[in-house]
T-cell receptor, first 115, second 111 residues
Framework: GAGVSQTPSNKVTEKGKYVELRCDPI?????LYWYRQSLGQGPEFLIY????????DSGLPNDRFFAVRPEGSVSTLKIQRTERGDSAVYLCASSLEILSYNEQFFGPGTRLTVL | QQQVKQSPQSLIVQKGGISIINCAYENTAFDYFPWYQQFPGKGPALLIA?????SEKKEGRFTISFNKSAKQFSLHIMDSQPGDSATYFC??????????FGAGTRLFVKA
């Protein structure tokens, strides 16, 4: 079956621009996570959704970052006024349910480069 | 604040040898400790995980050893193969939701 997909795979933008990154989770997965992975580092938690609501957004670095999941499936991570420091791979993951210890399945990521 | 410290940063092992990666954590509220494997251009994939109520878990060639009192855990890869060459991340979380990852270990297995 299809895994987690993310589009685009690569995004190059200029400093100050707005970008949207899309995540399509595995069908039927109710939990969805966003992470940011800088070069040579482990993934850093950004936000977690259960259904349509953001259950924990404590990892979002500042108010330029926002994520939505309006119908409880596809999610979009939005970054306003991009900065060079936002350059990283943005990973999305999904898991079956809110129950503890469910395996998170990761997508391949979107590589964002801010010039 | 780095809550999960991982070592070494990189590791070179001969084919057939044992690869050992170590992690230490600070937050005693952590109750789930997964290990992930990541290949270039791919997202991390769960390899094996352990709860703190056991001291060891083995799945095939992969074994997690867990020391709750020392707040340390490690991954052992037995009979390491070139196909195991990847980056490995230890992680920790509470309830499986907000996962904190280590910085990663780049493993290279020489044929």
């Amino acid at each position: 079956g299809a895994g987690v997909s993310q589009t685009p795979s690569n995004k190059v933008t200029e400093k100050g621009k707005y970008v949207e990154l899309r995540c399509d989770p595995i069908s039927g997965h109710t939990a969805l996570y966003w992470y940011r992975q800088s070069l040579g580092q482990g993934p850093e938690f950004l936000i977690y959704f259960q259904g349509t609501g953001a259950a924990d957004d404590s990892g979002l670095p500042n108010d330029r970052f926002f994520a939505v999941r309006p119908e409880g499936s596809v999610s979009t991570l939005k970054i306003q006024r991009t900065e060079r420091g936002d350059s990283a791979v943005y990973l999305c993951a999904s898991s079956l349910e809110i129950l503890s210890y469910n395996e998170q399945f990761f997508g391949p990521g979107t590589r964002l480069t801010v010039l | 604040q780095q809550q999960v410290k991982q070592s070494p940063q990189s590791l070179i092992v001969q084919k057939g040898g044992i690869s050992i990666i170590n992690c230490a954590y600070e937050n005693t509220a952590f109750d789930y400790f997964p290990w992930y494997q990541q290949f270039p251009g791919k997202g991390p994939a769960l390899l094996i995980a352990i709860r703190p109520d056991v001291s060891e878990k083995k799945e095939g060639r992969f074994t997690i050893s867990f020391n709750k009192s020392a707040k340390q855990f490690s991954l052992h890869i037995m009979d390491s193969q070139p196909g195991d060459s990847a980056t490995y991340f230890c992680a920790a979380d509470t309830g499986g939701f907000k996962t904190i990852f280590g910085a990663g270990t780049r493993l290279f297995v020489k044929a």
